[in-house]
């Protein structure tokens, strides 16, 4: 095999362990719809079936954008296109998970496998895009830019979710209804 499909094939295999890591990742934010009611005054009440059926899209959403980064023509384009998938979507909202727990003074779904898994995946990953020169430093970086602003905004935001937060969770709310599924949690 060449160094250029060696170096293909190493950033690839590196880009499944977070897909794989951000899959137990959501795993373990299965009853997170109750530590959101507990700790944020605008939750908007979703219901486990709500979150369950959201865990799953989010697992398919990142696997199928980590499949479609690794179908790519090269390894440049490889890493430009799985980038803000690995460090936005999985070492951003690991970040987030962190930052509640610190917040909040407890256990926050999700921050186990944030800190053991998706950190260390992301962080290899993002090391395998680097040294194969696949991904420039200065992207990376803006990314740990971003992290920052990121986990300011949570410390910030202090009881309240995010806008953003609070359209995910009505979005899957909506979704399970329209599969016949309550999405409130005051439903169930």
């Not at 895009?129 to 949570?154: D, E, T």
């Amino acid at each position: 095999m060449s160094e250029a499909g060696s170096n293909r094939d190493a950033i690839a295999k590196s880009l499944w362990l977070v897909a794989a890591a951000m899959a137990v990742h959501e795993l373990e934010e299965w009853n997170i719809a109750s530590w959101f009611e507990r700790n944020f005054s605008n939750h908007a009440g979703i219901s486990d079936y709500a979150v369950w059926l959201g865990l799953v899209f989010i697992t398919a959403l990142f696997a199928g954008w980590i499949f479609l980064a690794t179908r790519a023509s090269s390894s440049t384009l490889m890493a430009l296109i799985a980038l803000p998938a690995v460090a936005l979507v999985a070492v951003g909202n690991a970040a987030q998970h962190i930052t509640w727990t610190i917040v909040f003074h407890e256990y926050a779904p999700g921050v186990v496998s944030a800190t053991l898994l998706v950190i260390p995946a992301a962080g290899f990953a993002l090391w395998q895009m680097v040294r194969h020169k696949m991904a420039l430093i200065l992207p990376v970086v803006g990314c740990a830019a971003l992290w920052i602003v990121a986990s300011y905004q949570v410390v910030a935001s202090g009881h309240e979710l995010e806008p953003f937060q609070l359209a995910l969770q009505r979005f899957f709310m909506a979704l399970a209804e329209s599969l016949g599924l309550p999405g409130n949690s005051a439903a169930v």
